[in-house]
């Protein structure tokens, strides 16, 4: 329980599903002059770092465009790449040129994130000289500061509306046996077990409830799956009519034919976050800037850009989304306001321990 998280249980861990929608226009006024680089005589010159893929450099490109029309002494570079590719280039550069930054700021998911504390990657925010950040689901800021979330996919219930005519409502109609023999799970899914645990006295400090609860309804499980196709498959055939799932990954399995719903959970969703973060290393300029720029990221309106391009809920409560996704579960403002706390340094420090359990628990009694 106390050892050092390692690269492979971080990355191990799964990233949040990213979706790609065309850009919706959206509601808010344009960049205003907070502080950090609005101020500046000087040059400053910033390096973001972007999600590589679909629409996803979208929002940030137009956020830099008009932060630099706003602020004519900043110039601000965008760098596409994965988080799984990008972040060792960062490491490498902290190594030999820790005053000078492989990227100054950019997204990074919550496995990165977490790789980031354990490697002191980041510079902690000052909340209280950013005004949006009063306006971010709890679930989405950080209780060590270093980041700030702007939007989450999240875990909830997928599930077949024409074998299920009433949609589930609780995690506990996840392991319902009237669903035996419907249920499938992608494996080492542990969210289900944190769920189970947390419904019955535990939480991700205590699994235990969890596990025991799934120990004596394994054999409900029709299949656990091991990609996106095989998910999407079980779930159209009619193999399986009830999943836990991203919501992301529920949407596209949905526009691709599947038969699918996705449900919030009364207890809440489990929210996948993606967070902006400033890298140490910064000179002071920079990191006003980087600072300055974060905030205006995760105003309503860039929330809203965000959440339209990733087909995220937006960490701002006040954004304003197309009525493509308002109407959608997953993105209203109750659904994000009682998005479930994680703390992903103890999925970190335990992924390899709660492996050995998924496989002693579950898949030894199916």
């Known amino acids: 329980m106390k050892r050092k998280i390692t690269r492979r249980d971080a990355l191990a861990l799964g990233g949040a599903a990213l979706g790609s929608a065309v850009l919706a226009a959206c509601g808010g006024g344009g960049l205003g002059s907070s502080g950090g680089g609005s101020g500046k005589k000087n040059p400053v010159n910033v390096r973001m770092f972007v999600f590589l893929g679909g629409n996803l450099g979208v929002m940030p490109k137009a956020f830099a465009k008009e932060y630099m029309a706003a602020h004519p002494n900043v110039t601000i570079d965008i760098y596409e790449d994965s988080n799984l590719v990008g972040y060792p280039k960062m490491v490498a550069a902290k190594r030999t040129t820790p ?54 996919d999240q875990v909830g219930i997928l599930y ?72 999407q498959d079980i779930l159209s055939n009619g193999t399986s009519s009830i999943t836990s799932c991203f919501n992301g990954t529920g949407l596209q399995f949905k526009k691709n034919g599947a038969p699918v719903a996705y449900s919030v959970p009364k207890e809440g969703a ?5 967070y902006l973060q400033s890298v140490k290393g910064n000179t002071k300029d920079q990191q006003e800037v980087c600072q300055d720029i974060i905030n205006e990221m995760i105003s309503p309106k860039w929330c809203a850009q965000w959440a339209e391009t990733s087909i995220e809920a937006p960490a701002n409560v006040k954004s304003q989304l197309s009525a493509e996704l308002s109407g959608l579960p997953a993105f209203s403002k109750a659904t994000i306001e009682k998005l479930l706390p994680i703390d992903w340094t103890i999925p970190a420090k335990n992924n390899t321990e709660w492996r050995q359990k998924w496989d002693q628990n579950i898949k030894a009694n199916i």
């Open 99 to 152: 005053d000078q930054p492989f990227v100054n700021l950019g997204f990074f998911n919550a496995q990165t994130s977490v790789l980031g504390d354990t490697d002191d990657m980041w510079n902690a925010l000052d909340y209280s000289a950013m005004p949006n950040s009063k306006d971010i689901a709890p679930a989405l800021r950080r209780d060590n500061k270093k980041g700030i979330g702007i939007g989450a």
């Open 270 to 274: 489990i929210p996948i976050p993606v």
């Open 160 to 231: 077949n509306p024409s074998v299920i005519p009433s949609a589930p409502t609780s995690w506990a109609d996840v392991w319902d046996p009237k669903y035996a023999g419907k249920l499938s799970l992608f494996d080492y899914w542990w969210y289900v077990v944190f769920a189970a645990a947390k419904l019955n006295g535990g939480g991700l400090t205590n699994m235990d409830p969890g596990w025991s609860l799934w120990r004596s309804h394994a054999k409900q499980i029709r299949a656990l799956v091991s990609s996106n196709p095989q998910w």
